[in-house]
């Protein structure tokens, strides 16, 4: 079976970093779109980054502002999302999620299988 498995997550002060680990396992991910999401109390679920597998293409959101940085290791089987100059808005529960594809720019309901979420907080 497919797992997706978050880590990283935690409480940091404003301005400081993170990085979120996903653990993929159960299958090859060639050819799969890798991405990760955010979720606030009371909002709906966006599109953070994300990234192709194979190749290590990417997409931002727009609101990133050039502080996070998406990556996948083939060897390791993760993706990562490095996450810096943290604002207290990025407040979130985050997920990995994957699909198969080459867009990188789709909704929540394209991604097929989800990890379990990790929390972070970012305190003022």
């Known amino acids: 079976q497919v797992q997706l498995v978050e880590s990283g997550g935690g409480l940091v002060q404003a301005g400081g970093s993170l990085r979120l680990s996903c653990a993929a396992s159960g299958r090859t991910f060639s050819g799969y779109v890798m991405g990760w999401f955010r979720q606030a109390p009371g909002k709906e679920r966006e599109l953070v980054a994300s990234?192709?597998?194979?190749?290590?293409?990417?997409y931002y959101a727009e609101f990133l502002k050039g502080r996070f940085t998406i990556s996948r290791d083939n060897a390791k089987n993760t993706v990562t999302l490095q996450m810096n100059s943290l604002k207290p808005e990025d407040t979130a529960v985050y997920y990995c999620?994957?699909?198969?594809?080459?867009?990188?720019?789709?909704?929540?309901?394209?991604?097929?299988?989800w990890g379990q979420g990790t929390q972070v907080t970012v305190s003022s």
């Open positions: 999620a994957a699909r198969f594809g080459i867009r990188l720019r789709v909704g929540d309901d394209a991604f097929r299988y």
């Open positions: 990234i192709t597998w194979d190749d290590s293409r990417t």
